[in-house]
């Protein structure tokens, strides 16, 4: 009896051992795996680049914020930043942009005199796995980067991609 005991729990011990050791030696496959992963995303963000940035201004348009004015022009930049969402896991593209707005008439905004100021902002794009989107989300105010750190709970830097350093 003592024996059989004897005999599991060293044969329990092995097999965790060995599991250990497949786990660390899959590790640098998992690694060049995300970053082939990785790759893909940005290759395929850079491809639909144009549309993704169309779809952009729909929809942040469309949100009625800031309330009481109307997106007129939107300016974005080349570098990007991704990150991963820690929850999800999922990435996304975030690009500095500079927006211009014009009053609604009716809304209020009329004789506000910052209206016609440019508006630093960051975008967000959403790569689900297969593909990029947006819903519109825009940080006013924020550099990407800036972003990133405001919403370190959430996200964790992933890379950053200078339009210098691509060709």
């Known amino acids: 009896m003592d024996y059989l005991f004897v005999h599991v729990a060293i044969t329990a011990c092995i097999a965790a051992v060995a599991a250990g050791a497949v786990m660390i030696a899959m590790r640098p496959l998992r690694v060049a795996r995300q970053a082939e992963r990785l790759a893909r995303a940005q290759r395929d963000f850079h491809r639909q680049r144009e549309r993704l940035e169309a779809k952009f201004i729909e929809r942040a348009a469309a949100t009625g914020k800031p309330r009481g004015l109307r997106w007129v022009d939107v300016e974005f930049d080349d570098d990007v930043l991704y990150a991963r969402d820690r929850r999800t896991r999922l990435l996304k593209a975030l690009v500095a942009i500079e927006v211009s707005f014009e009053a609604v008439e009716g809304g209020g905004m009329e004789v506000v005199v910052a209206v016609s100021r440019i508006r630093a902002a960051t975008a967000e794009f ?13 940080y006013f105010n924020l550099a990407p980067s800036a972003a990133v750190k405001y919403l370190a709970s959430d996200l964790e830097l992933v890379a950053e991609e200078h339009a210098a350093t691509r060709a």
């Open 126 to 138: 959403l790569h689900d796995g297969d593909r990029w989107a947006t819903q519109g989300r825009v």
